[in-house]
């Protein structure tokens, strides 16, 4: 009994260790399911909701600007003029791909905008889960249009801001 208290307070770090390193479940429809919540994000117009989506410390390599958004302030000048344009995005393809604490969500997706215009891109959100926000949140989310323009595909112009 005397080894029982030194070797408990001895293993106590290893236990909060195994804690931090448990693996979140998620499927792939949970997977879909938080493009999804960007989505809808995007579509409510409000630019600070969208960035809450984004890891503090994440890339975002946008479809209508040549700009790396890394912080959360460039992140929201990128939305505050991406969604003046009023998109919306549906997913035509993707494939996902899980891991301990990570997620992998890309393929084709279509903006549709307020004026009509269509944009075909390549998209790739890899997510994360982050146990003290409670939460998966994307860590990068890169998504450019697609270099061969089709009969329905109409270019957006630059919103280089």
């Not at 390193?21 to 998620?26: S, Y």
């Amino acid at each position: 009994m005397k080894y029982a208290l030194p070797l408990l307070v001895a293993l106590s770090p290893v236990a909060t260790l195994a804690n931090e390193q448990a693996c979140q479940p998620i499927d792939e429809a949970q997977v879909a399911a938080l493009f999804d919540r960007w989505n809808a994000d995007v579509q409510t117009g409000d630019p600070q909701r969208v960035v809450e989506n984004y890891a503090r410390n994440s890339m975002l390599l946008p479809t209508v600007s040549n700009t790396p958004r890394q912080t959360p302030e460039a992140k929201l000048d990128y939305f505050q003029h991406f969604l003046a344009l009023k998109p919306k995005g549906e997913i035509v393809s993707r494939m996902v791909m899980i891991e301990c604490n990570g997620a992998l969500d890309t393929g084709l997706y279509s903006f549709h905008f307020a004026d009509g215009a269509t944009v075909p891109a390549r998209y790739t959100f890899t997510y994360k889960w982050f146990a003290d926000a409670g939460q998966w949140l994307i860590t990068s989310h890169h998504s450019s249009a697609m270099p061969e323009q089709t009969d329905v595909a109409q270019q957006v112009p630059q919103a280089d801001h």
